[in-house]
Structures are given as C-alpha cells and as structure tokens.
C-alpha cells in the first residue's frame, strides 16, 4: 500500500468545501434541537425530536463530511476523479442539504409533504452522487494507482452499503408520508448505515491516512485483504437473519458476535498503531481518532448488555458510542488535517508568478501562511475537549440522567460554535492571503 497522495490530482477548493461546512451548521442545529427538546430526546427512540436529532447526525454531520471526503480521497489516493466535478459537488449538496433539511422538519412536525419533499430530493442527490462514482471508479479502473487498490474494496463496499441505506430510508420515507407505522426495515437500515456505509469508509480511510498523517506503521496484509471483504457478508446475512421469521435467535446473536469480532479486531489494531506512531506528541487530528476509537472498544460490552442485560437504555448507548463516539469524533478530526491542507494548497497554487520577476516567489513564501496557521492546535484542542464532554453527556442522557440531558444541548452547541469559528477563521487567512497576493501580482 501506497504511502504518498498525488496532491495534483485534489480537486477544486469549491468541491468538497459545502459539504465540510455543513458539518458545524448541522450541529449547531442539533444543539438547539437538543436544547428545545430537553432530556426527554435522549430516552426515547421514536419521538419526533430523537429522529429528528438522529438524522441532524447521521445525514446532516456524518453524511455530508462523509461524502465530500470520498470525492477528495479518490482523487488523491487512487487517481479516480467523479467528472465533472464541480456540477456533480455543487448540485448533491444542494439536493442533500435541503432535503436533509425537509426531512428533518418531517420528523419534527410529522409533516407528509416534508417527507415527500425529502424522498424526491435526497434520492436525486444521491442517483447522481452514486452513479457518478460507480462511472468514475469503472471508467479510471485501469489507471488506478497500484498501492491505492486494497482501499477501494472499503470504499466500494461503502458505497453499496449507502445505496442500501438509502432505498431502505426512502421505502420507510415514503410509508411515514403514507400514514404507516415504523417500519420493521428500521435495524437493517441503522445497521447499514453505521456499520456498512459509515464504518466501511472509516476503516478504508484509515488504511491510507493513519500512516500518511499520524505516522503510524501500515496495517497488517491481511486484515487490509480480507476484512473489508467478510464485513459486507456477515451484514448481508444478517440482514437476510432480520428479515426471516421462525429462525433460532441464537443464529442472529451468532452473526452480530462475529460482526462485533470483526471490528474490534480493527480498532485495536488501529489504536496499536496510534499509540506507537513515529509523531509521539498527539496532534488534534490523533486526539479525536484515539477517542472514536476509543468509543467503537466500548460498544463490544455495550452490546453484550444490550443482549444479555435486558436493558433498553443500551441500544440507545450503543448509537451513541457509534454515532457521537465513533464517527463523529473522526469526522471532525479529520477537518482539523484536511482543511488547513486544502486551504494551504489552493493558497500555493494561486501564486501567480511572472516569468521575468522569478525574486516574487521570495516574496509570497514570507506571506504564504504555513499550514499549521489556519487552525492552531490549541483552539482545535479546546473543540476537542468540548467534543468528548459531549460524548459523555449524551451517554449518560441515553441512561436516564436528566441534568445531562438539560446539559447534552447547550455543550453540543457550544462544541459546534467552536468547530464553525475554527474553520470560519481558516477561510478568512485563505481569503485574506488570497487579497495580498494579488494585490502584489498587480503593484508590480
């Protein structure tokens, strides 16, 4: 497996930027949802609000990080690139985002016409999101790069398991607007998303970032092999399980024992390779990454109390370790190394340099900002420490806890507002690098 990304390849800025923005706009709009719904959104899981919550997550933080990262990986790490870019970028996120929306506000006020609007524009965001990559990865397969293939079996995995995820949403969608009760597709669906579609893109990524940007060792072959590979099946019959009647429970306990074996064996060897990375001071980047990690290690027990302990707070805890715990910690440490890079790269390759004046490239390098500038450590640090005391506050909601559930809202809020001022103040230094650079293009 490759260690090197061919950043000549990273599409424009316009690209994957919306959907990383969505990401704090979404969570402040799940703080404040949390904040106006109180405790009582954490303790049960078909309220209005708690779906509403669920989706502001799952779609509106976790979905739109997880769709504008795979248009930039591809590109960099395996040399395939979604044509043409921009319109395909600009018109999901559109699509996504207000039907994200539409759908949320269909839960909140179980509202047919929300629910109709979400189906017709998420399914259209995501026909062209996946049938644009299904040509993108058939058309550039011969010129994939070599040490980049054993990453696209996550990845394409990932993308199966989101087309599943989402005719299982849709079908259920469209029931809701119908006047039907919660669907029995509802596990597949959860299960599916989290664990097919999200857990497969993290752990494809994690293949190529851990040791590009944490500096760790590479991931054993065989687990790179065939992991990827047994995880899709062992969902595919569990499905197959969850849709059959009469069936030993215990074929089903079987299966869920050995998903859970699988992805325990990932995060530990993950977190191995964190703890004995070559960079021994941890950045934010790795903070978040040991605790999603961290989190995923929690949700083996977690599930043997689901199943063995007869206590329906678990299943709730469980989605939180995944959702909040897991992916959501990564997401967002993920923006903390991917947008000072991006916005480092586009700033070098605006400079615009005339070929009788070689002495301005002197010039820009002492304005050029260095890539750690845009987001320092410290207030990346501060986000992080909000971030795990809002993981922490929404476990401990999910078990009945009132003061944390009046206290999960206003710390999401705030871990949100510090996300988006983090970013915000990375974009102005783009913006304003931008301004001097060209202002001395023109003076001389």
Known sequence: MQRALDFDKTPALSVPLPFFLNVPAFGILAGLLAIWAGPAVFTSRWSPAALALTHLWTLGILGSAMLGALLQILAVACNVAVRPPQAVAGSVWVLFTTGTACLVAGFLWWAPWAWISAVILLGVAFSVYLSTMAWALWQDRGQVYKGAREILVPIRGALVALAITVLIGMAMAGGLAAGQGPSAWVGS?????????GGLLLMGMSFQ??????????Y????????????????????ALDASTGLPSLMRETLELLLAGAWTIWVAVSLQRLWTRKRPTPEPTSLFWITGLVCLLLCAPVWIWMRHGQAPEAARVLVVLIVVGGLGSVVQGMLYKIMPFLLWKHAQDARVIPSHNPALARVYLKILPKMASYIPANPARWQWGLHVLVIISYVLATTGLVWAGYAA????????????????????LYWRTGQAMRAMAQAR
């Open 189 to 197: 669906h959860l299960v599916w998303g989290l664990l097919g579609w």
């Open 209 to 218: 970032l851990l040791p590009i940007f944490q500096l760790t060792e590479l």
């Open 220 to 239: 054993p072959k065989p687990l790179v092999r065939w992991l990827p590979l047994l995880i899709p099946g062992l969902l595919a019959a569990w499905t």
């Open 409 to 428: 809202g206003p710390l999401m809020l705030a871990a949100s507002l510090m996300l988006a001022i983090n970013m915000g103040r990375a974009l102005h």
